[in-house]
């Protein structure tokens, strides 16, 4: 029962604000009462904190495995701005803009983030460590190479669809560009 709340609270708060989704309508979609949504959840910021965690957990899972896989740094970066890509097209990415907003705006649920978002980050920047430490780039570009990385990630996922021009592998390839990679 436990999925089924977060699966049917992930889908109504991709699409309308966080804040206007009530305990009362994810009860009524999952069909069972407020109460028994409360045995599971004790509120709405512990179903979206139990969601993002899980989310950021698979982001971090799927980040080392790229570390433990022997890609290059060009795969690694196009593929996580393909797969980044597809789910803005598929408007799954909806979600993330309405739960950061809420987020914000909840000081508790903002510090419990913290930690799982500085994971994430951590993780990615692992990637660029890795490219360093194998010498495919200068340890002194791997800060450059994170925020450049992280900076493409964040216009794929907030800028209108109509916006992005440019596919996957060609972010990548001008991140590389701009950090002097070496293959």
Same mark, same amino acid.
């Given at each position: ?26 009860? #009524?979609?999952?069909?069972?009462? *407020? %109460? ?5 959840? !004790?509120?709405?910021? &512990? =179903? ?59 000081? #508790?649920?903002?510090?419990?983030? *913290? %930690? ?5 980050? !951590?993780?990615?920047? &692992? =990637? ?56």
């Amino acid at each position: 029962m436990r999925t089924k709340i977060l699966k049917t609270a992930f889908n109504l708060m991709g699409k309308k604000a966080v804040k206007d989704v009530s305990m009362q309508e994810i009860a #009524a979609a999952c069909n069972i009462t *407020k %109460p028994s949504l409360y045995y599971y959840f !004790k509120s709405k910021d &512990e =179903i979206c904190y139990t969601i993002v965690r899980y989310v950021l957990d698979d982001q971090n899972k799927k980040i080392k495995q790229y570390i433990d896989q022997d890609m290059s740094l060009e795969d690694v970066l196009t593929d996580i701005f393909q797969k980044t890509y597809n789910a803005k097209t598929k408007k799954s990415l909806e979600f993330f803009l309405h739960m950061i907003d809420y987020i914000k705006g909840v000081p #508790a649920l903002e510090k419990q983030f *913290k %930690p799982l978002k500085e994971e994430n980050e !951590k993780n990615a920047k &692992e =990637i660029f460590n890795r490219a360093a430490k194998n010498k495919n780039i200068s340890e002194n570009n791997v800060d450059l190479a994170h925020y450049l990385f992280e900076s493409c990630l964040y216009h794929i996922v907030f800028a209108p669809i109509k916006d992005i021009n440019l596919q996957p592998k060609d972010i990548a390839t001008s991140i590389l560009k701009a950090i002097d990679y070496k293959n």
